[in-house]
Each structure stands twice: as structure tokens, then as C-alpha cells.
């Protein structure tokens, strides 16, 4: 009797939703084909119950160029979903997916989202440098003047780069600036933006950060560990890569590891036992991970460890949420690709659901409904 008991209280354990309606909501983005000229972009939901899609709604559409400038911008860097309700561009526009409306339309680094706020900070030729917040209880946007207010780890810092290979100063306050890094690489060629950008940087604590260092070629990355205090640069690994043209970026993972990212491949940065690794397979994220190297097959999916499917996808447009995952599905003719609508992991299928959408620019994330 024991037994039985115990099996039927793991059965209800491991299979939550036999037991119960579950409803998530995929954020999808499609460019809107009327409005080229302002390239305008749909905002909408995919309805899923219990891992079965349902039906979408359209939340908005939004302009992403205004007055030949970019204006709200899905498709640059990483989208962030606050609250189960706010959209916050890779380029800092905020978007309320509730009230169907954009919050804020400037342009901002966003350090991090806390309580009812989320905070920004700029770096601007024109504009100086300054944080800034957003109160979403009040829905007002302001420059912080306290001199005091410091909501991210690091000092001032920033590459110098009016000649080749760049240089890192730092900038104390009221003292002169310090040379850190004589040579700082040649930062990543021919990206989209049709600009170098500044090569990605993390910081550990308050004294030490990890910088990218790419060679002139772009062929080779060094990753190397800086001291603000002692000025000591220190090389913790290198990476062999091809020019890539989406711009690089960081995320940290936790207090000594970090990820690399460089168009499919992901780089683990671990600062505990100082390497830096070529991952074959992403850090799982709902125990779904894919391979990190495109293949003639596209990419294995694991769900556990465990090969759940193979697929050529983007990896911006894999997203992941407990019990479902959804990317979307192309077809490679040669050096071209097609969309062919997305796959969305069905939890209680145990397999993969087609679901039909017209070309998807990005993948935003799940929330719960």
C-alpha cells in the first residue's frame, strides 16, 4: 500500500500539468510589410494551454525608425520581460504589454530592473554620462542627480578608441585619468551597425573586470582579467573565431562565470578556475539546451540531457520556460534560409507542436497568462 501511495504521489509530482490548466503566452514580433519605410513592427501573443497553442492576439505595432533614426527597436540586443507585463527593448524602449503602449521611446543602457523600477545608464557623446530611472508605479522617467547613486558593480572605464589597437583608461573622480590597457585589440569588425563597437565587458567586483581583446583579424579572441587597483592584466584564455557581424555581447551567470556570446558560439568565461571554453551545447535554461555549432542538420535540442529534436533555427529565436520551449523552424537552400513557423515543445506530448506564423523578427520570451 506503501508503495502505491508513493507512486501515485510521484506521479502528480512529475506531472504537474496533467493536473491542473496551465496558460503561457509567447511575446512575438513580425515586421509589419505596409510599413517598410518606418519599419513598423507587430508586437503579439501566442496563446498556449498546457503546452497547445490556442490562438494569438496583436498587442501593438510600433515604428522602429523615426525621422531616419532608430526609434523602438526589438531587434537590437537583448529584450528583457519584467513583471510578467513590461518589454524592455535591447536598446532601453519601454513597451507595457498590458495597457498596449510605449512607456518610454529614448534610448538607454538598462542595468537592471528592481522592485517598480528599472534602471538605465547612458554614456553619450552629446549627452553625458547618467543614470537614469524608470518608476513604473508613476510611469515617470528621470536623470538621477545624486553623485552618490551607484546601482551597478565597477569604476569608470572606457576604451579609447581613436587609434588602433584601442586603449582602456580609467576615469576616477576629480583626478586624472589612468592608463589601464596600452593595447586593448582592434575591437570586432564589419557588424551590422556598420560601426566597432566597444569589445564587451564584465565586471566581477568593484576592482576587477574581464574584457574581450580581438585581434586585428578578427580570428582570434583573448579574454584578460584587469585590476583597477594594481593595474595588473592577467590572461585568463583565447578562443580561435570568424568575423562575425552581430555584435558580440556578455551575460553573467552567476559570481565567477559568465557567457560570451559571438554569433552560434557561446563562450564560458569561469573566473574560479580561470578558463575560458567553446561550449558545444548552451548552459541549459529549463533543462532545454541546444548544440552551439550550426551542422548540415541545424541544431540537436536537449531537453535533461536528453536529444529532443533537430531543427536549424536562430539561437535568439529559441526561448524557454518551464515545461516549454519554442524556436523558429528554417529551411537552408545553400547560403539562403526560410522561415517555416515555429516548433513549441508540448510538455504533456512530450514532442515537438507545429505552429504556422508568418517571417518572425524576433523571439521575445514567455510570460505567464
Known amino acids: ?22 496558460k503561457q503566452g509567447l511575446i512575438v514580433v513580425h515586421v509589419d510589410p505596409s510599413g517598410k519605410a518606418e519599419f513598423k513592427q507587430k508586437i503579439m501573443t501566442y496563446h498556449f494551454l498546457n503546452g497547445h497553442y490556442t490562438g494569438r492576439d496583436e498587442i501593438l505595432t510600433v515604428s522602429g525608425k523615426k525621422d531616419g533614426k532608430d526609434n523602438i527597436r526589438t531587434d537590437l540586443g537583448i529584450n528583457t520581460l519584467y513583471n510578467n507585463r513590461y518589454l524592455i527593448t535591447g536598446i532601453g524602449n519601454i513597451i507595457d504589454l498590458k495597457d498596449k503602449k510605449v512607456l518610454f521611446d529614448g534610448r538607454a543602457n538598462l542595468i537592471r530592473c528592481s522592485n517598480d523600477s528599472a534602471i538605465f545608464y547612458t554614456n553619450d557623446v552629446f549627452k553625458g554620462k547618467y543614470y537614469s530611472v524608470y518608476n ?12 552618490l547613486f551607484k546601482p551597478k558593480l565597477g569604476q569608470d572605464v572606457e576604451f579609447d578608441k581613436t587609434t588602433a589597437p584601442f586603449k582602456i583608461n580609467l576615469y576616477p573622480q576629480n583626478k586624472p585619468k589612468v592608463l589601464l590597457v596600452a593595447d586593448a585589440g582592434f575591437g570586432q569588425q564589419g557588424t551590422k551597425e556598420n560601426r566597432v563597437p566597444d569589445p564587451p565587458m564584465y565586471w566581477i567586483d568593484n576592482s576587477n573586470f574581464v574584457y574581450t581583446n580581438y585581434n586585428k583579424d578578427n580570428t582570434e579572441i583573448s579574454f584578460f582579467k584587469v585590476n583597477v587597483e594594481s593595474k595588473s592584466n592577467s590572461l585568463i584564455g583565447k578562443v580561435a573565431v570568424k568575423p562575425e557581424a552581430q555584435t558580440a555581447q556578455i551575460q553573467k551567470a552567476n559570481a565567477t562565470q559568465a557567457i560570451f556570446f559571438f554569433g552560434s558560439k557561446q563562450i564560458l568565461i569561469d573566473i574560479a578556475a580561470n578558463t575560458v571554453t567553446d561550449l558545444q551545447f548552451t548552459k541549459a535554461n529549463h533543462g532545454f539546451s541546444f548544440e552551439c555549432k550550426t551542422n548540415s542538420y541545424g541544431h540537436i535540442v536537449k531537453l535533461n540531457d536528453k536529444d529532443v529534436g533537430k ?36 510538455f504533456n506530448k512530450q ?19
Not at 514532442?351 to 497568462?369: A, F, N, P, Q, R
Open 1 to 22: 500500500m506503501k508503495k502505491l501511495l508513493h507512486f501515485i504521489l510521484l506521479f502528480f509530482a512529475t506531472t504537474p500539468f496533467f493536473s491542473q490548466e496551465v
Open 311 to 346: 531543427y536549424h533555427f536562430q539561437p535568439k529565436n529559441f526561448k524557454t520556460e518551464t515545461n516549454i520551449a519554442s524556436l523558429v523552424k528554417e529551411l537552408v537552400v545553400g547560403p539562403e534560409s526560410y522561415q517555416q513557423g515555429m516548433a513549441v515543445w508540448n
Open 136 to 147: 513604473f508605479k508613476t510611469n515617470q522617467y528621470g536623470e538621477v542627480k545624486n553623485l
Open 351 to 369: 514532442g515537438w507542436e507545429s505552429v504556422d506564423s508568418e517571417d518572425v523578427l524576433t523571439l521575445v520570451g514567455w510570460i505567464k497568462e
